[in-house]
């Protein structure tokens, strides 16, 4: 089997030469340009490999200062097996994480929402010259919502920021995603530092991962996340501390009906402190359209059923213009492969689609507020 390794530093340097030591095949290096004389092929030439599932073995190990490239290169490799999934057997990542930490900035254990990307002593990024009387959104969410920890070249708020300029409409963006934030955390964030902020319109930005109880802890009214989706540092702290531990009160909840109490909670804010709320629903390859989602995931039909089923549960018992389900925005898209970076984070090319069509409805609901 070949190994193609995905990196173009010293750290991917030093693993070719011990392969070829150990007489395995490394035959070239994948980084973002064609360079024969150093041996390294644009990461877009993965394509032209041929029986990639029977030959060949892809190994992320991207330098910190190429981190942009990891979700392009990602999204070609994975179009290439026919399958993109975080533990696919030929595909090796030398990171703890499909991103690399140190471009975000200062990370630290939070004691409210158990993790916080810090940078410019700030813990969110802002899109705009903060001038007062602008229109302002605050923008919550997980990594996808985050200026600081991103998985793309160009952060979703960052786009949808220059979306609205490009339309004539200056803005403030305030982006406080951070990566595995539940809904819950965002909540508790919001109200311990964000409410302080001007806001008139405050997007909550979330997919159905959630709804998945191997992720949501049964016995956390504002859950900490359990299971697969764990923090780092909770976990080591769970496997290090030996005296009891109190994890909450049982309870009955289901995930659905916890995500519209949060929403609730939202709303009430909304109503006494005078700005809009939004909860965006973005498309994870789980929420896909049924064909879509198995040819990127090649998961059960039922399985997939059951996800669309409590992803539309939940829209369902929330009403209003408030709650926006873009898990259709591919709809279009003819080769879904170019949307993903893995199983759930989006490529440039994806951010870009959900960043116009937020855009659109911000126009729309508040393009003439904003001109004044």
């Not at 064609?34 to 599932?53: F, M, T, W």
């Not at 992320?60 to 990602?74: G, R, S």
Request: with cysteine; aromatic share 10%.
């Amino acid at each position: 089997m070949e190994n193609i390794i995905l990196g173009t530093g010293s750290l991917a340097r030093d693993l070719q030469n011990k392969l070829r030591l150990l007489n395995l095949k490394a035959p070239f290096l994948v980084g973002g340009r064609d360079d024969p004389g150093n041996g390294i092929r644009h990461y877009s030439r993965i394509a032209e490999l041929e029986e990639a599932v029977e030959r060949y073995r892809f190994i992320v190990c991207f330098d910190a200062d190429e981190w942009a490239l990891i979700a392009p290169a990602q999204s070609a490799v994975f179009q290439q097996l026919g399958i993109a999934a975080y533990n696919h057997p030929r595909v090796t990542r030398l990171t703890g994480d499909s991103m690399i930490y140190e471009q975000a900035g200062e990370f630290l254990t939070d004691a409210n929402i158990q993790n916080l990307f810090v940078h410019d002593d700030r813990p969110y990024a802002i899109y705009g010259d903060q001038r007062e009387n602008r229109f302002t959104i605050h923008l919550l969410g997980d990594c996808h919502a985050s200026g600081l920890f991103r998985y793309t070249k160009r952060a979703l708020p960052e786009l949808l920021y220059e979306r609205l300029r490009r339309k004539g409409f200056e803005v403030n963006i305030y982006a406080w995603g951070h990566p595995r934030e539940s809904g819950a955390d965002c909540l508790l964030q919001f109200l311990r530092d964000g409410i302080a902020y001007e806001a008139n319109l405050v997007i909550l930005e979330k997919n159905v991962i959630e709804f998945d109880a191997l992720h949501v802890s049964r016995r956390n009214l504002l859950p900490i996340q359990a299971g697969t989706g764990v923090h780092e540092y909770i976990s080591q702290l769970r496997s290090s501390y030996t005296d009891e531990i109190g994890n909450g009160l049982d309870h009955d909840v289901e995930a659905a009906a916890l995500w519209k109490t949060q929403h609730h909670v939202f709303l009430a804010l909304a109503k006494q402190f005078g700005f809009t709320f939004w909860n965006i629903i973005t498309p994870s390859g789980q929420s896909l359209p049924e064909d879509q989602a198995r040819k990127l995931l090649n998961l059960s039909p039922g399985y997939l059923a059951r996800r669309r089923k409590q992803k539309d549960a939940a829209v369902a018992a929330v009403k209003g213009e408030c709650v926006k389900d873009y898990t259709d925005s591919f709809k279009d898209v003819d080769n879904i492969f170019e949307m993903y970076a893995d199983i759930s984070h989006l490529t440039d090319k994806g951010n870009e689609i959900i960043a116009k069509r937020c855009a659109d409805d911000i126009v729309q609901a508040f393009g003439g507020r904003i001109r004044s």
